[in-house]
């Protein structure tokens, strides 16, 4: 046996279970379905909390702003991919990021942060450079098109980058940083920002157009705004590996 409240007090336990929820919601700690909460912040809590990869995230391209973008872009800095700032921004070098990391991870290259890009945030290809290093190196895979800044047997920065075209191909081998330039160099093929000649006239560099593709007269292209972050960090010396 057992006893049936009486319709009253069915109605008030309604009504002070909606309360309930309603507080909760209030007070930030309940969320509707298929939404998260905010990067870096837990209620009742100060401590820095690791960016988490959830579903039911909007699709994200260039020229998109808020909250979304920046868990992007802390989620790709911490995958050590060129972001260049946590700023909500979708501009131009989360664009590259979003390329270099769908490249790494064999996805259409197309800087679009859709369902299948997201959900290769959660379980991503970790790279790892070919070559160990106690100091800075660079690693030019051509397979991937991508630009390694390594230390140590680890990939601290990854790059987007354009090698040489079918017509003009990146010579291949182990290189070092011969000679810089700091500034605008202007060859018979084009103008190389910022160029790091690592063999004869190739060089690592920042350009205007750094294609989802080989598309270079034999450099190895960069963005402007990634090789000004690079700059400082390497030097004449620095091992360059150029490889497929």
Not at 214 to 221: F, I, K, L, Q, Y
Request: proline share 8%; with cysteine; charged share 15%.
């Amino acid at each position: 046996m057992f006893s049936v409240p009486a319709p009253s007090t069915v109605r008030r336990s309604a009504a002070h279970a909606a309360l309930g929820l309603a507080l909760l919601g209030t007070a930030g700690l309940f969320a509707p379905a298929g939404t998260s909460p905010a990067v870096g912040s837990t209620a009742g809590s100060s401590a820095t909390v690791p960016v988490a990869v959830t579903a039911g995230r909007p699709t994200l391209q260039q020229g998109a702003r808020g909250a979304a973008v920046s868990t992007l872009q802390r989620r790709l800095t911490a995958l050590h991919y060129d972001v260049g700032g946590v700023d909500g921004d979708f501009g131009p070098s989360t664009y590259h990021a979003v390329v270099a990391f769908q490249k790494i991870n064999r996805l259409t290259r197309d800087g679009i942060v859709g369902p299948r890009t997201w959900a290769a945030l959660d379980h991503p290809v970790t790279p790892k450079p070919r070559y160990t290093h106690t100091g800075w190196s660079l690693e030019a895979d051509l397979t991937r098109q991508v630009l390694y800044l390594a230390r140590g047997g680890s990939v601290v920065r990854v790059l987007d980058a354009s090698s040489g075209k079918t017509s003009t191909p990146t010579p291949t081998g182990d290189y070092t940083v011969q000679r810089r330039i700091d500034g605008w160099r202007r060859s018979d093929l084009g103008l190389l920002w910022r160029p790091n000649y690592f063999y004869r006239g190739y060089a690592v560099h920042g350009a205007t157009s750094v294609p989802a593709y080989p598309a270079s007269h034999g450099c190895v292209r960069v963005p402007i705004p990634a090789m000004n972050r690079l700059w400082p960090t390497i030097g004449v010396g620095v091992p360059v590996h150029v490889y497929r």
